[in-house]
């Protein structure tokens, strides 16, 4: 009988929708924060919680309901979430702390860039600026985002870095396919099935946001081929992920927080 410890963290990136902001479409997936906790609390789950600093400064009543009414921990994902990375990283940082900092009362120790678009020389910033641990970095290839294809699976330290470590997003071993829920949702039955029967990373940190979840007008919104993608399996989505869930179970996963797996990490490092 394997004695091999099996962890599985669940995280969120608490965003606006996508890349709307404009009155009608901004945020509307906080009218389902209600239906998130239900979610959550009825699988008995902890989740980890990335959220953008201007999110904190305009919404702080849902970012409380969660803290409260969930199993939860907060962490940084960038201060305005600009996918097309129009601003100073370091600049981006600061405001990004100041907006966590007068949110909770201290300074994040981890972080996660939107799309998972994190250079080297933006990771020994973190470090830097005292960042314990970054989760970005998808161990696997997008067109014009990122190629991690060379990247572990597993957490390790970045080079350069003294102390940090990266805990990349789970990706299955070998296709390097991303076990987000974004992923689940899109490929559907197929998908859940190889992961029921795959190998899997002995740490698995899985994304998800609330848009890959519950349908809002942000969706009609989207411009092809995107609209398509995120609209594929959306209404069965929350039961994907209960399958997902119940799947990692069987395999002897044990559901714990990101800060649980960073520990483990270092410990070992």
Same mark, same amino acid.
């Given at each position: 009988?394997?004695?091999?410890?099996?962890?599985?963290?669940?995280?969120?990136?608490?965003?606006?929708?996508?890349?709307?902001?404009?009155?009608?479409?901004?945020?509307?997936?906080?009218?389902?924060?209600?239906?998130?906790?239900?979610?959550?609390?009825?699988?008995?789950?902890?989740?980890?919680?990335?959220?953008?600093?201007?999110?904190?400064?305009?919404?702080?009543?849902?970012?409380?309901?969660?803290?409260?009414?969930?199993?939860?921990?907060?962490?940084?994902?960038?201060?305005?979430?600009?996918?097309?990375? =129009?601003?100073? +990283?370091?600049?981006?940082?600061?405001?990004?702390?100041?907006?966590?900092? %007068? /949110? /909770?009362?201290?300074? $994040?120790?981890?972080?996660?860039?939107?799309?998972?678009?994190?250079?080297?020389?933006?990771?020994?910033?973190?470090?830097?600026?005292?960042?314990?641990?970054?989760?970005?970095? +998808?161990?696997?290839?997008?067109?014009?985002?990122?190629?991690?294809?060379?990247? $572990?699976?597993?957490?390790?330290?970045?080079?350069?870095?003294?102390?940090?470590?990266?805990?990349?997003?789970?990706?299955?071993?070998?296709?390097?396919? $991303?076990?987000?829920?974004?992923?689940?949702?899109?490929?559907? =039955?197929?998908?859940?099935?190889?992961?029921?029967?795959? %190998?899997? $990373?002995?740490?698995?940190?899985?994304?998800?946001?609330?848009?890959?979840?519950?349908?809002?007008?942000?969706?009609?919104?989207?411009?092809?081929?995107?609209?398509?993608?995120?609209? =594929?399996?959306?209404?069965?989505?929350?039961?994907?992920?209960?399958? +997902?869930?119940?799947?990692?179970?069987?395999?002897?996963?044990?559901?714990?927080?990101?800060?649980?797996?960073?520990?483990?990490?270092?410990?070992?490092?």
């Amino acid at each position: 009988m394997s004695t091999t410890t099996r962890n599985a963290s669940i995280t969120l990136d608490l965003e606006n929708d996508w890349y709307f902001e404009e009155d009608g479409y901004d945020h509307l997936t906080f009218e389902y924060i209600d239906e998130y906790i239900q979610l959550i609390n009825n699988l008995d789950l902890p989740v980890t919680i990335f959220v953008v600093g201007k999110t904190l400064e305009r919404f702080p009543e849902a970012i409380e309901k969660l803290q409260q009414e969930t199993d939860s921990e907060f962490f940084l994902h960038s201060y305005q979430h600009d996918i097309e990375k =129009r601003y100073d +990283f370091e600049e981006e940082l600061t405001h990004g702390k100041r907006a966590f900092r %007068s /949110f /909770f009362g201290t300074d $994040p120790v981890g972080y996660r860039a939107p799309q998972g678009n994190i250079e080297q020389n933006e990771l020994q910033l973190l470090e830097r600026e005292g960042f314990k641990f970054d989760s970005s970095r +998808f161990p696997s290839y997008r067109p014009g985002i990122y190629n991690n294809l060379d990247i $572990p699976l597993q957490p390790y330290r970045p080079a350069g870095a003294t102390e940090m470590i990266e805990l990349p997003i789970a990706a299955v071993p070998r296709f390097r396919i $991303p076990i987000t829920q974004s992923y689940l949702k899109l490929l559907g =039955r197929p998908y859940l099935k190889y992961i029921e029967h795959a %190998s899997l $990373p002995e740490t698995l940190v899985f994304d998800s946001h609330l848009q890959d979840f519950y349908r809002t007008a942000s969706h009609g919104n989207l411009e092809q081929p995107l609209r398509s993608i995120h609209n =594929r399996n959306l209404d069965r989505s929350t039961a994907i992920f209960r399958q +997902f869930v119940s799947s990692l179970r069987g395999k002897g996963y044990s559901f714990v927080k990101l800060s649980d797996v960073y520990e483990a990490a270092r410990n070992s490092a």
